[in-house]
């Protein structure tokens, strides 16, 4: 079977809730490999919620459908403070940025908590924006920003990652809607070790099966290389 589209391969899949410092509670889901504990975890931000961003927004939702089995990665997806998906609504009000640091630190917190290793932070568009603001507070391997709009990480805020021991992975695709590579090298300079991946042909969406195998592959190369190539067939069971 080619693995593509909404297809959910093996997995122990949890619903979850996170409870933040200020006192809300937010829904969520944790997809682990099947049979092995996980090498690595994504904690994922999603795009942004009064834009139609969701815990399964496309590229969220493939990474824990296809990442657990393929990678054998953790994936961490929750829904953001006032935002609603199938899972359901997390308790609050969509403040902008400000007061989802506190869902970004319970988020991180779960994933200690339950001993889940190496976390890395996977935010696209809004969500890179939380990456980027908050990440740098938090125990984790590194940030990997898809689609990074620039919108509410101030100059500074990006700066201030200049020298941190952890790794930045920024994939700018070429037809972006906000942010296009050339501009997207100007704007990390202040962060000379960061990684900036420019994705031909690439759009903020990431929509169709070769852009989202383009972003699973990257994410697997920064986080668990030994991974790669990740498969295009699947000869196994199925979830669901």
């Known amino acids: 079977m080619e693995i593509r589209g909404p297809v959910l391969l093996p997995a122990r899949r949890e ?13 969520g889901e944790l997809a682990l490999p099947a049979e ?20 399964d927004s496309h590229i969220l939702r493939k990474a824990a459908g296809r990442l657990p089995a393929l990678a054998d990665l953790a994936v961490l997806r929750f829904n953001t403070r006032g935002t609603t998906s199938p ?24 994933a200690r908590e339950r001993g889940l290793p190496r976390p890395w932070l996977v935010g696209w568009s809004f969500g ?7 990440g740098r507070d938090h125990d984790v391997d590194g940030v990997i920003l898809l689609s990074p709009p620039l919108h509410r990480a101030t100059a500074e805020e990006v700066a201030a990652w200049a020298g941190d021991p952890r790794r930045m992975v920024i994939l700018v695709p070429e037809f972006d809607d906000y942010l ?8 990390f ?24 195998r383009r972003v699973l592959t990257e994410i697997v190369a920064a986080v668990a290389p030994e991974a790669l190539p990740l498969p295009t067939e699947w000869d196994g069971p199925i979830a669901g």
């Open 87 to 110: 899972r359901g609504t997390s308790e609050g009000a969509f403040d902008g940025g400000a007061s989802e640091a506190f869902d970004v630190a319970a988020a991180v917190d779960f």
């Open 15 to 27: 619903d979850i809730e996170l409870e933040t410092l200020d006192g809300l509670t937010l829904v």
């Open 128 to 134: 890179t924006e939380l990456a980027l603001k908050y």
């Open 189 to 212: 300079a202040s962060v000379p070790d960061a990684t900036l991946i420019a994705v031909d042909g690439g759009k903020h969406l990431w929509v169709g099966e070769t852009q989202t």
């Open 36 to 55: 092995r504990p996980p090498v690595a975890t994504l904690v994922t931000l999603h795009p942004l919620p009064t834009a139609g961003g969701f815990m």
């Open 180 to 187: 296009r590579p050339a501009e997207a090298r100007e704007r």
